[in-house]
T-cell receptor
Framework: AQSVAQPEDQVNVAEGNPLTVKCTYS??????LFWYVQYPNRGLQFLLKYITGDNLVKGSYGFEAEFNKSQTSFHLKKPSALVSDSALYFC??????????????FGKGTHLIIQP | NAGVMQNPRHLVRRRGQEARLRCSPMKGHSHVYWYRQLPEEGLKFMVY????????ESGMPKERFSAEFPKEGPSILRIQQVVRGDSAAYFC??????????????FGNGTRLTVT
């Protein structure tokens, strides 16, 4: 079975500082990894994904994520946070081995709060 | 190009009534996924459908819940004899055909079901 852990319910960062939102995963085969963002009363918006290749993936709005196979992690990062980045962030995984459901498995989400 | 459309945005039902949630995927998309989001929890996969076929319903409760995606018209998630525990936000997502498991999902804004 596939699973995702987001160990922090909330991350607080001052505007202009770098931010990191943590994610670790567990799959039986090779993973497809995704980050989504959710604003209040809205659906999820796709930020970026890792399929294969370069471990550093760049996505929308200046976000990037680093795939670390040995640590089974896929942390979301941004060099300089904006107040408008405040939202709920979800990490998700899909197992390529076929052992998991066809749908994505999501973490519980991390509230990112950027303080002016 | 309209995104994934869900209606209604808000739905209030009394215990024992039926709830019908509709989802029109993005134009050209033939894959539909339904997820449920409970307060302070992540999204839980429910069902994956293609036109006229249920591909994976491993996340659907065995009773009272059903889903369809007919040849014509929107996908419908139906909850019979609703109970208070069914209160949640229900999200639909879609993806185009032939793009494989690495394709990101496009989410609607959700239907918030409240059971009184």
């Amino acid at each position: 079975a596939q699973s995702v852990a987001q160990p922090e319910d909330q991350v607080n960062v001052a505007e202009g500082n770098p931010l990191t939102v943590k994610c670790t995963y567990s799959v039986s085969g090779n993973p497809y990894l995704f980050w989504y963002v959710q604003y209040p009363n809205r659906g999820l918006q796709f930020l970026l994904k890792y399929i294969t290749g370069d471990n550093l993936v760049k996505g929308s709005y200046g976000f990037e994520a680093e795939f670390n196979k040995s640590q089974t992690s896929f942390h979301l990062k941004k060099p300089s946070a904006l107040v408008s980045d405040s939202a709920l962030y979800f990490c998700a995984v899909r197992d390529l081995s076929g052992g998991g459901a066809d749908g994505l498995t999501f973490g519980k989400g991390t509230h990112l709060i950027i303080q002016p | 190009n309209a995104g994934v459309m869900q209606n209604p945005r808000h739905l209030v039902r009394r215990r024992g009534q039926e709830a019908r949630l509709r989802c029109s995927p993005m134009k050209g998309h033939s894959h539909v996924y339904w997820y449920r989001q409970l307060p302070e929890e992540g999204l839980k996969f429910m069902v994956y459908l293609q036109k006229e076929n249920i591909i994976d319903e491993s996340g659907m409760p065995k009773e009272r819940f059903s889903a369809e995606f007919p040849k014509e018209g929107p996908s419908i998630l139906r909850i019979q004899q609703v109970v208070r525990g069914d209160s949640a936000a229900y999200f639909c997502a879609s993806s185009p055909p032939g793009t494989g498991v690495g394709s990101p999902l496009h989410f609607g804004n959700g239907t918030r079901l409240t059971v009184t």
